[in-house]
Every structure is written in structure tokens, then in C-alpha cells.
């Protein structure tokens, strides 16, 4: 990952050192960034790259992850049971929301791209 970074860092806004640290944060908290990568949409989706890249075990990555998975999902059950009549409103809220986060996290972006000094 480091090498990759040096040679394509710039379009991930990510230099070699960052990747070490993040290596660093890895080892010492990757359990948790398990868990709780699995409450995250995206993350959830993401979380597993790194847990390869630091060779976590494959018995405690798939402990970690059926817990995380397991909470999300009866969260992500509950809710539906509890907020179906409400859909309609619901979705009417939601849809601005989510376009704005989106053109929010690509702003984020492409500020990060303009400012990378790596």
C-alpha cells in the first residue's frame, strides 16, 4: 500500500507516511474499527481492505464482523418495523439530505486534492 501510495498517493490525497500511520492506528485498534466499521455504510463495505492489508486473523475478523453485522442489521430491522408507515415522509426528507451530503463529501474531496502537498 505504501508503494502505491508513492507512485498514485496524489489522486487519493494519502502520502507513504500517512499510510504507515495508518498501519500504526491499524494494528492497535483494528478489532474495533471492525466492529464498528460494520455500523457504517461504506465503511462496512471498505473495512475489510484494511483488515487484509494487516493480516488480522481470519477467526477474529469474522468474530468482529458477525457482531457488527449482527447489530446493524437489528438496528436496520428495527427501524424499518418502526418507521414503515412513514416511508413517504421519510423519503421526502431523506433524498435533499443524501444529495447534499454527496456534493458535500466531493467538495471535501476535491479541496483535499487542491491542497495535497505530498
Known sequence: MRRFAERHGRW???TPVQV???????DRHGTQA???GRLVPQVRVLISLPAGIARMS???FLLWT????????AVLAGAAFHLADAYERIHAWFNPIS???????????LYRLAKFNG
Not at 444529495?99 to 474531496?109: R, S
Open 34 to 36: 471492525v466492529f464498528f
Open 66 to 73: 458477525m457482531l457488527g453485522a449482527s447489530l446493524w442489521n
Open 20 to 26: 504507515d500511520d495508518a498501519q500504526r492506528w491499524f
Open 58 to 60: 481470519l477467526r477474529k
Open 12 to 14: 487519493l490525497t494519502l
Open 99 to 109: 444529495t447534499l451530503v454527496v456534493v458535500a463529501l466531493i467538495g471535501w474531496y
